[in-house]
């Protein structure tokens, strides 16, 4: 990733993107150049000289103070998700000297026996990149059933969920009428990561494999929207057990910088909850109890029951 030219490529975007009525300037209905604001609005908005926002946005000055960029953040309308995307796109172009690779990544002991502890509910543990580091059974049964379950323990073949929601036809079918709304939360947290590593080659490469394999991702990057979701809901149609509307749930790893677990979860006493039952003993070799049945027994009108009877 070229470092340099992209806090002015996020300004130059951003932007493009607002118009003077959304922030408060008379529009008096004359022909524009460019689409958007023009940089004298901008700087002027932000209270800054207009030559000297030129050259941040030609990638000419490097030395923007935090004071400045907050400026612009609020000239801007930007987000604090994406004031702070700014502020790491600063000191990434400000670096100089050697940079040290990111260190490979994989999932500890402890973060292992927590992954252990979701029981039956979906739980996959994701890095920097969105690569798959780790998932116990049912996380791997609900979202990459179709895949070896043993592949993340193989660092040069594990899934990363951006590659499989844009080329992945079985991804594309499981996220089902909310699959746009996944791809941007997905390029929306690859424009984090960029952000926050950029001097990670295999995240560059796989943006760059992205962009050549994919024309939708192409378009939602040159957007450059950022985002870091805690909590989404998705619409979701599972090949085994149907149509669900599930919560997804983002946890920060401790001690672990860039790693997440993600969690699965549905409305209680919901047809998506019996789905998930049913999920979860799907597969389980006979005379295994799930974490679920452990205690306790089946009875008749279970929420299984209820999810046979709809499929």
């Known amino acids: 990733?070229?470092?340099?030219?992209?806090?002015?490529?996020?300004?130059?975007?951003?932007?493009?993107?607002?118009?003077?009525?959304?922030?408060?300037?008379?529009?008096?209905?004359?022909?524009?150049?460019?689409?958007?604001?023009?940089?004298?609005?901008?700087?002027?908005?932000?209270?800054?000289?207009?030559?000297?926002?030129?050259?941040?946005?030609?990638?000419?000055?490097?030395?923007?103070?935090?004071?400045?960029?907050?400026?612009?953040?609020?000239?801007?309308?930007?987000?604090?998700?994406?004031?702070?995307?700014?502020?790491?796109?600063?000191?990434?172009?400000?670096?100089?000297?050697?940079?040290?690779?990111?260190?490979?990544?994989?999932?500890?002991?402890?973060?292992?026996?927590?992954?252990?502890?979701?029981?039956?509910?979906?739980?996959?543990?994701?890095?920097?990149?969105?690569?798959?580091?780790?998932?116990?059974?049912?996380g791997h049964a609900l979202f990459a059933g179709h895949l070896d379950p043993n592949i993340p323990d193989q660092p040069d073949q594990r899934p990363n969920t951006a590659r499989l929601v844009f080329l992945d036809a079985h991804t594309r079918d499981l996220y089902d009428l909310d699959w746009p709304k996944k791809a941007r939360d997905v390029v929306g947290k690859l424009r984090l990561a960029v952000g926050q590593h950029p001097d990670d080659p295999r995240l560059a490469a796989l943006i760059g494999e992205l962009a050549m394999k994919s024309a939708e991702f192409t378009t939602m990057w040159s957007e450059h929207r950022v985002r870091k979701w805690d909590l989404a809901t998705y619409r979701m149609h599972h090949p085994l057990v149907g149509r669900m509307q599930l919560n997804l749930q983002t946890l920060n790893v401790p001690q672990e910088e860039g790693q997440r677990i993600v969690v699965a979860t549905a409305d209680v006493g919901s047809t998506s909850a019996a789905a998930l039952c049913l999920l979860a003993q799907a597969g389980v070799p006979a005379g295994v109890p799930t974490a679920r049945q452990a205690g306790r027994t089946e009875t008749p009108g279970s929420p299984r029951d209820g999810a046979d009877s709809r499929r």
Do not use: C
């Open 1 to 138: 990733m070229d470092k340099k030219p992209q806090l002015g490529e996020f300004l130059k975007i951003r932007r493009s993107q607002l118009q003077p009525a959304d922030v408060g300037l008379p529009d008096f209905g004359e022909r524009r150049r460019v689409p958007g604001l023009r940089r004298d609005e901008l700087a002027q908005l932000a209270g800054v000289g207009l030559s000297y926002y030129t050259r941040l946005e030609q990638g000419l000055s490097l030395n923007a103070s935090p004071e400045v960029l907050d400026a612009l953040a609020r000239a801007l309308g930007l987000d604090e998700v994406e004031r702070a995307h700014l502020h790491d796109l600063a000191r990434a172009s400000r670096r100089t000297g050697t940079r040290r690779r990111p260190v490979p990544e994989r999932a500890g002991a402890t973060t292992q026996q927590l992954l252990g502890a979701f029981g039956d509910a979906p739980a996959v543990v994701l890095g920097r990149r969105s690569d798959v580091l780790a998932w116990n059974r049912t």
